[in-house]
């Protein structure tokens, strides 16, 4: 099941005529309270980095987004405080389905939040 989020400044949809617009969905209520839980100065820029993904969705690149392989993608805010990752999936419909979030505390991707974002990938595409 995905959540659709609810909070105007996680889930408004562009309403230019000229862009297709991305909606933004989590993948429980779990993943939406791990990033409203972030520092304040990670989520200011997590709500930003939202914004241009709904705008620009597969055209968002570096320093802003990363592919990681596999139909699976890391959006990069950061702030003061620190660094959040939340990895993501594009599904058919302009749909982007946030699978997993945290706050880094090392240099590398924590493998075991790799695997649970695979997981979810698989999950959401085969239904």
């Known amino acids: 099941m995905v959540f659709a989020c609810s909070q105007p400044a996680l889930s408004r949809v562009s309403e230019s005529a000229n862009v297709v617009a991305y909606s933004v969905e989590y993948f429980n209520e779990r993943v939406l309270a791990e990033i409203e ?68 505390k090392t240099e590398a991707t924590p493998e075991k939040a790799l695997r649970l974002a695979r997981r979810r990938v698989k999950e959401v595409r085969d239904g």
């Open 37 to 104: 839980g972030w520092p304040v100065g990670v989520l200011a820029d997590y709500a930003r980095l939202v914004e241009l993904l709904m705008e620009f969705g597969p055209d968002l690149r570096m320093p802003h987004s990363r592919s990681l392989g596999g139909g699976l993608f890391e959006l990069r805010p950061h702030g003061r405080e620190g660094i959040g990752r939340a990895l993501y999936c594009y599904l058919v419909g302009e749909r982007v389905v946030v699978l997993n979030a945290f706050v880094k």
